[in-house]
């Protein structure tokens, strides 16, 4: 069954949902058995197609536990958790630094901070290098000047990292540019069930390049919601989230983020089995559900806000709070905004210019991102 996310087709599959409800629960995976791999494009590392998002983890012997069970790529960033997610991350994989893919992030605007920050990074990790170091969340061109990428470059040369990444929610308005730069050989991009083929084409480019490609935020924000459902919760619904983000071949390996030892289990079983049509059925309820709060980060309502909110960051932020129960992290997003951004009321507006086209409740998230935050 073909999955593509039309209202008409996913009211139909919700329509035969009871049938999912039979799927069975599976056991907890064993290691030597569920393992799976996929080459990153042309920088030749093999890594295991599910791999471990790290922005929301606390506990390192989750970590521990993932390498035990095989699981060789391994996620972090220079702004997780206040500069304290590399130190937790590097401390987990210390003993088997060289059997793993590690890599890091930097959200730096300039060279001068990008190369102090990668210093700072592979000391809090206890490394010398990084093989993968990701140009942190670009979603347009200008943000990717030509002298902050050489601060990549350059560190490359040195032998501080081994590949150039770069990471971006918007890859359809990026792709130009990653290309015309020359030096991306790993491209982090949002992807998952709610946006069915509509960046198909953009992957597709970016694999026929060379590239390596990694799927990020593969949950569709997470799997708390204000109204559940029993057959939308954990586990199956994360499972079938997984199993779809990691179906296109070109993707070498996804990173959900995983808190606790169940969670991994549960998601180091996408590594087999293909996404069944009970499993598409989850996920077509689920897009019902989740429409009215969920942003795709298509970016298709950009500058109709009147007061000039960034509303796809904004609606971002706001899920991290909701989708994954991350308040501080959003309101650190939240406060990194302009004083007289943050300081917009949307109740003061009459009615809201900003139209989506995949059907969320805009006015509303905004103004929920709003209370919690300013």
């Known amino acids: 069954m073909a999955f593509e996310p039309s209202r008409r087709s996913f009211l139909a599959a919700a329509a035969a949902l009871p049938a999912a409800t039979a799927l069975?629960?599976?056991?907890?995976?064993?290691?030597h058995n569920q393992v799976s791999y996929r080459v990153l494009g042309k920088t030749?590392?093999?890594?295991?197609?599910v791999g471990f998002g790290s922005m929301i983890t606390s506990d390192p012997s989750v970590i521990a536990r993932a390498l035990e069970m095989g699981m060789t790529y391994f996620d972090t960033a220079r702004g997780y958790q206040h500069g304290n997610n590399e130190r937790m991350v590097g401390a987990a994989l210390k003993s088997r630094r060289k059997d793993i893919v590690l890599s890091s992030k930097s959200?730096?605007?300039t060279a001068a901070e990008a190369t102090a920050e990668l210093e700072t990074s592979l000391k809090e990790i206890g490394t010398d290098y990084l093989d993968i170091w990701y140009i942190h969340s670009k979603d347009k061109p200008a943000q990717v000047p030509d002298?902050?990428?050489?601060?990549?470059?350059?560190?490359?040369?040195?032998?501080?990292?081994?590949?150039?990444?770069?990471?971006?929610?918007?890859?359809?308005?990026?792709?130009?540019?990653?290309l015309e730069i020359g030096k991306i050989e790993v491209v982090l991009s949002t992807y998952n069930f709610t946006m069915g083929d509509t960046r198909d084409a953009t992957f597709e480019r970016i694999s026929k390049a060379g590239l390596g490609l990694v799927s990020m935020k593969v949950m569709a924000g997470g799997l708390r919601t204000q109204n559940p459902q029993p057959q939308m919760q954990r586990p199956m619904a994360g499972l079938a989230a997984l199993k779809w983000a990691i179906r296109k071949p070109y993707?070498?390996?996804a990173i959900p983020s995983m808190t606790d030892i169940d969670q991994l289990e549960m998601n180091f079983q996408a590594m087999t089995g293909t996404l069944g049509s009970a499993e598409e059925?989850?996920?077509a309820a689920r897009l019902e559900q989740i429409r009215p709060d969920y942003c795709r980060m298509c970016y298709g309502c950009e500058g109709q806000c009147t007061k000039g909110l960034p509303v796809t960051d904004m609606l971002r932020y706001v899920t991290y709070a909701d989708g994954y129960g991350q308040f501080a992290l959003g309101r650190d997003h939240f406060?990194?905004?302009p004083a007289a951004i943050q300081s917009v009321k949307c109740g003061d507006c009459s009615s809201c210019a900003v139209q989506c086209r995949n059907g969320v409740d805009v006015a509303r998230r905004l103004r929920r991102a709003q209370e919690l935050f300013a």
């Open 24 to 31: 069975p629960v599976v056991a907890a995976p064993a290691e």
């Open 44 to 49: 030749g590392l093999r890594v295991t197609t």
């Open 107 to 109: 959200e730096a605007k």
């Open 147 to 178: 002298e902050l990428v050489e601060a990549w470059v350059k560190a490359k040369q040195q032998g501080k990292i081994r590949h150039i990444g770069l990471s971006t929610h918007s890859p359809n308005d990026m792709v130009d540019r990653i």
């Open 251 to 253: 993707f070498a390996t």
């Open 281 to 283: 059925r989850i996920l």
């Open 335 to 337: 406060l990194k905004l």
